[in-house]
């Protein structure tokens, strides 16, 4: 079974802070890595598909950065706002399906 | 264009009753895929359809749980002799083909609560 881990939990950061969480996954038959926000009460939002070591992506104030040879993607949030109070999930695939972390809960205090 | 809707968004039940869960996926997508979401975790794979067909449905806890989409679009997750523990989020999405690369269009999920 493939083992999905994120970190930090949850955080709470200031209005105007950057931040950086981490989800880490097994190196071998890596295929892609999708990043997900999930606000409360919505439905979970696609942010990025991420297939190759090195990648980087960008989306207005979001980026985020993958190594598949050491097993780790960061999202990072430059200028947090509150509205970036969510819940980030990365999902691996495994066969034919995702394989969800547990999602770092993101608190934006204004 | 109209995304992934699922109904009811909220079911409050008693254990031991029956429930059907509904999911209508993006038009055209012939992927679909039923997650659970429990407190504190991400969202647990269930069943993959591709098509009228589950081509995966090794993540259905017991045999309680059965998912149907007869004509290839809506989907039903039915769930039988309901128990506390299946009190969740239930997630439905969607995507154009099913593959690695494919985004996943997630509906706004069923909260199931099991009295």
Redesign the interface.
């Known amino acids: 079974i493939l083992n ?1 881990e ?1 970190s930090p939990q949850s955080l709470h950061v200031q209005e105007g802070d950057s931040t950086n969480f981490t989800c880490s996954f097994p190196s071998s038959n890596f ?2 890595l ?1 990043w ?1 926000r999930w606000e409360t ?6 942010l990025f ?1 991420m ?1 190759l070591n090195g990648d980087e992506k960008k989306k207005g104030r979001i980026s985020a950065t993958l190594n598949t040879k050491e097993g780790y993607s960061y999202l990072y949030i430059k200028g947090s706002q509150p509205e970036d109070s969510a819940t980030y ?1 990365c ?1 691996l ?1 495994d ?9 770092t809960r993101l608190s934006v205090l204004p | 264009g109209a ?2 809707s699922q109904t009811p968004s909220n079911k409050v039940t008693e254990k031991g009753k029956y429930v059907e869960l509904r999911c209508d996926p993006i038009s055209g997508h012939t992927a679909l ?1 039923w ?1 659970r979401q429990s407190l ?6 269930l069943i ?1 359809f591709q098509g009228t067909g589950a ?2 449905d090794s ?1 259905l806890p017991n045999d309680r749980f059965f998912a149907v989409r007869p004509e290839g679009s809506v989907s039903t997750l039915k769930i039988q002799r309901t128990e506390r523990g299946d009190s969740a989020v239930y ?1 439905c ?1 969607s995507s154009h083909s ?1 593959g ?2 494919d ?7 069923t909260r199931l609560t099991v009295l």
Do not use: R
């Open positions: 999905v994120q295929y892609a999708h997900y009460a919505k439905s979970p939002e696609a598909v297939t999930l999902a695939i066969g034919q399906n995702f394989v969800f972390g547990p999602g | 995304g992934v895929y997650y504190g975790q991400g969202p647990e794979f993959y081509a995966d993540g997630l999405a099913g690695a690369y985004t996943q269009y997630f509906g706004p999920g």
